[in-house]
């Protein structure tokens, strides 16, 4: 028998009352279509996906099989490419950034489903730089293939000997010659490259040194990944996981040699592409973090309803505090999701510049919530929360990192700080003026002021 949604209505008739009026019936119709996908093919087929992954060097030269069967059940179902936006692109599959991060929330339930329908990081950001950004040739070379899953890809941008939260400390050399460009340099956390699929790396360096500009010194490069001259050192853990086979790679180059038409855009103008890529990439990791809460909550309920766990007599939900969990978890999830489509509705009505604030929220919120909600179901279920038993545990680990990475917590607290407090004399003024007012009125009223509430 196929497992019953366990949410009582579906996800269409779920969606937040202010955003209904803007989700299409068509992408209404496919998030209930992507839902079903998940909550029945996906998250049963994650076991499959764990059992499957290869030990010792097949880790990484072999992927699990059944991601294939997921995906041709899911382009059949035209569960595919939903995240390139309409308004910027006419590549993807026609939704707008609200109605693809409500989709984002369902896949964010289970470890196979973004892979499955082609909506998978880092390649979703990827794609949508060499559409946005690159050529006709080299939208043909590589935007076609990625588009249609039969290859992977990475970013690399973050050094290991450097501060890389600020990009204009970027050292990787790119020096001209010729027709050509030589690449030297390390890079570190580039996500993806140990995929035996991922075929092209979208590297940042350092073109321009001398530019008196320090935002125009950087490009972006489109590299093959058996380039000669690049070398995958090692792969890093993720408290202790190595998420394989996508993993986080530590990658050498060595007077790697790139032709002129691996240039993005054009010299100089690397920080634009990376700029451009963040926005909409913040709002899908926000969404399947939301996702990945309410996957938490789920499984906190199972466990406080479990009649075979009775500590001190009581099941876990007669025990006062665990409702209260409960109760928080939901209104937290719930407050954080309007956050974060608030956001990716503001992108939707003009792009992500003019959306700075909102993302910048959502995307230090978020997270914050959902390893909350994680750490309470992981207490719920006392030792075994912690250990491979549930899926909590590796969740944690997931969403702790994206506290990190796309820019550490405190770059965008510091920035919305800073520009909050730009209202500081303007707020000074008004406060003086109420005060003057005040002192006024108690002169017209013959009254003297009792205190200064
Ligand atoms: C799981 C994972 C996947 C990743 N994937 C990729 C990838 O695919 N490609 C890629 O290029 N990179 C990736 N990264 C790297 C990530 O983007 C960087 O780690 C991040 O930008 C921070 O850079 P850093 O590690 O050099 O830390 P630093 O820049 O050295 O910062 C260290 C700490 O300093 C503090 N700090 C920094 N700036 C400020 C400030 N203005 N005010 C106050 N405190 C501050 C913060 O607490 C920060 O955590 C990934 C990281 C992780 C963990």
Not at 236 to 241: A, D, K, P, Q
Not at 385 to 407: E, F, H, S, Y
């Amino acid at each position: 028998m196929a497992a019953s949604n366990s949410q009582a209505k579906a996800a269409s008739e779920r969606i937040p009352i202010l955003a209904q009026a803007h989700v299409s019936d068509r992408a209404k119709k496919t998030l209930d279509l992507v839902e079903n996908f998940v909550e029945q093919e996906c998250i049963p087929s994650d076991l499959v996906y764990f059992s499957q992954l290869g030990e010792g060097p097949a880790r990484w030269s072999t992927y699990p099989s059944v991601v294939d069967d997921l995906k041709a059940k899911a382009k059949k179902l035209g569960l595919w490419n939903m995240f390139l936006p309409k308004n910027h692109f006419k590549e993807g599959a026609g939704f707008s950034n609200l109605e693809y991060g409500l989709m984002a929330e369902c896949l964010g339930k289970s470890r196979v489903a973004s892979e499955a329908v082609n909506c998978a990081a880092p390649d979703t950001g990827n794609m949508e730089v060499i559409a946005k950004y690159g050529n006709e040739a080299q939208k043909k070379e590589w935007l076609g293939p990625l588009l249609d899953g039969s290859i992977r890809s990475a970013f690399l941008m973050t050094e290991p000997d450097i501060a890389s939260s600020d990009a204009t400390n970027i050292q990787l050399t790119m020096k001209k010659q010729g027709d050509h460009w030589i690449l030297n340099g390390s890079k570190w956390w580039s996500s993806g490259a140990g995929d035996p699929r991922c075929k092209i790396y979208l590297v940042m360096g350092k073109s321009s040194p001398s530019n008196s500009n320090v935002y125009r010194q950087q490009s972006v490069m489109l590299v093959p990944a058996n380039t000669p001259g690049i070398k995958i050192e090692r792969m890093l853990s993720v408290y202790g996981y190595d998420d394989a086979p996508h993993g986080h790679g530590h990658i050498t180059f060595t007077n790697v040699r790139v032709p002129d038409s691996a240039m993005v855009l054009g010299e100089g103008r690397g920080f634009e592409i990376i700029q451009g890529r963040l926005g909409p990439g913040r709002i899908h990791h926000a969404m399947r973090s939301i996702g990945a809460a309410e996957k938490a909550l789920d499984f906190m309920l199972s466990r406080i309803n479990d009649p075979k766990k009775k500590p001190f007599g009581k099941q876990l939900n007669e025990h006062g505090v665990i409702l209260e969990w409960v109760a928080k978890s939901r209104l937290e999830i719930d407050a954080a999701r309007l956050i974060v489509l608030n956001a990716a509705m503001k992108i939707d009505a003009g792009d992500a510049k003019g959306a700075l604030l909102e993302i910048a929220e959502a995307k230090v919120m978020v997270p914050r919530v959902a390893l909350d909600v994680i750490d309470r179901a992981v207490q719920a279920f006392g030792a075994m929360g912690v250990c491979q038993d549930t899926p909590l545990a590796n969740m944690w680990a997931n969403i702790r990192t994206l506290r990190i990475a796309d820019g550490p917590d405190e770059v965008h607290l510091q920035q919305m700080g800073r520009n909050e407090n730009k209202r500081g004399k303007a707020v000074i003024a008004k406060i003086q003026w109420q005060k003057q007012e005040g002192e006024r009125l108690l002169k017209q009223y013959g009254v003297s002021a009792k205190s200064r509430l």
